[in-house]
């Protein structure tokens, strides 16, 4: 059974940062995986994606330059360090995962995802 959770939300100040994990667990075979956040009244949308056994990456542009995604493939681990962080970065953000691909995971579509973890809070204060 496939199971993602993640950790390393909180509180902080604008212009601070976090850095969100997490842990896959019942395969460790590549896939794409990627981070999504969901805010009050709002739809989910997606934040940055990578194949874990490649090197494609891909950033929502609200969050180029600011937030970096990476896999350690020893720890099945995903993580991702948010700098700079604004007050419109306050959401529960999910990571994501699935072994297929599917067409559109690049444009961080959350519905070519079909694993996901429970979520973690990020709320940043100005």
């Known amino acids: 059974q496939v199971q993602l959770m993640e950790s390393g939300g909180g509180s902080v100040q604008a212009g601070g940062s976090l850095n969100l994990s997490c842990t896959v667990s019942g395969y460790v075979f590549s896939s794409c995986m990627g981070w999504f956040r969901q805010a009050p009244g709002k739809g989910r949308e997606g934040v940055a994606a990578?194949?874990?056994?490649?090197?494609?990456?891909y950033y929502a542009n609200s969050v180029k330059g600011r937030f970096t995604i990476s896999h350690d493939s020893t720890k099945n681990t995903l993580y991702l360090q948010m700098n700079s962080l604004k007050p419109e970065d306050t959401a529960m953000y999910y990571c994501?995962?699935?072994?297929?691909?599917?067409?559109?995971?690049?444009?961080?579509?959350?519905?070519?995802?079909?694993?996901w973890g429970q979520g973690t809070q990020v709320t940043v204060s100005s």
């Open positions: 994501a995962s699935d072994p297929y691909c599917g067409g559109s995971w690049s444009q961080l579509n959350p519905d070519e995802f079909n694993y």
């Open positions: 990578l194949y874990t056994g490649g090197s494609s990456i």
